[in-house]
Nanobody
Framework: QVQLVESGGGLVEVGGSLTLSCSVSGYTINYYALGWFRQAPGKEREGVACITRSGGTTTYADSVKGRFTIVRDNNKKTVNLHINSLKPEDTAIYFC????????????????????WGQGTQVTVSS
């Protein structure tokens, strides 16, 4: 069974940068698509960035395109989210998630499709 542990959250000023890391353990990472999701207080969980098993294709929410970059390293068993130009509306708990899928599956970012979740890491952007 895959287990996910996020790290790297914190308090950051508007316009700042942050890298969130997710360590994957328990099984081979290669069989899983991975994604980063976030949930702000009073809002539904939102998929922000997802990546295919090979890492060759990614998808981003419109609100983060050009600012967020998802990168996976199957050898190191990690998936990172690089965040630039932080905005107050980026404040949320960020979750790493995994779903087992076929190799050619597109990088969909629907949280209902992801079955394995980390505990989350808080990102707070101060204005």
């Amino acid at each position: 069974q895959v287990q996910l542990v996020e790290s790297g959250g914190g308090l950051v000023e508007v316009g700042g940068s942050l890298t969130l890391s997710c360590s994957v353990s328990g099984y081979t990472i290669n069989y899983y698509a991975l994604g980063w999701f976030r949930q702000a207080p009073g809002k539904e969980r939102e998929g922000v960035a997802c990546i295919t098993r090979s890492g060759g294709t990614t998808t981003y929410a419109d609100s983060v395109k050009g600012r967020f970059t998802i990168v996976r390293d199957n050898n190191k068993k990690t998936v990172n989210l690089h965040i630039n130009s932080l905005k107050p509306e980026d404040t949320a708990i960020y979750f790493c998630a995994a779903k087992r899928t076929i190799l050619t599956a597109p990088p969909t970012c629907d949280s209902d499709d992801y079955t394995i979740w980390g505990q989350g890491t808080q990102v707070t952007v101060s204005s």
